[in-house]
């Protein structure tokens, strides 16, 4: 069976923040994988295709809520649904 046709469209712009005006909980009920540069990466909470850049936690600092420090990575973006 192939299910590709029940997958909603991957946006340009999500955020796996559920305060953030760019996330899309349907997208989540599904495996998504995110590739910058080439190389797969697993720590992404946000990501723009058009503007070529992905947002990961930094890994000690913290803001003032306690939430992880967000550091901008730029590069070729490409976002995929997994087949697992």
């Known amino acids: 069976m192939n299910d590709t046709t029940s997958l909603p469209t991957l946006p340009d712009r999500l955020s796996v923040n559920p305060r953030s005006p760019h996330h899309v909980a349907e997208i989540f009920e599904h495996e998504i994988g995110i590739m910058l540069n080439g190389k797969e990466r697993f720590d992404v909470e946000e990501y723009c295709i058009s503007e070529g850049w992905v947002k990961v936690p930094s890994h000690k600092a913290l803001d003032r809520r ?13 976002v995929f649904y997994s087949k697992g």
């Open 66 to 78: 306690g939430q992880p420090l967000m550091m901008t990575v730029k590069g070729t973006v490409e």
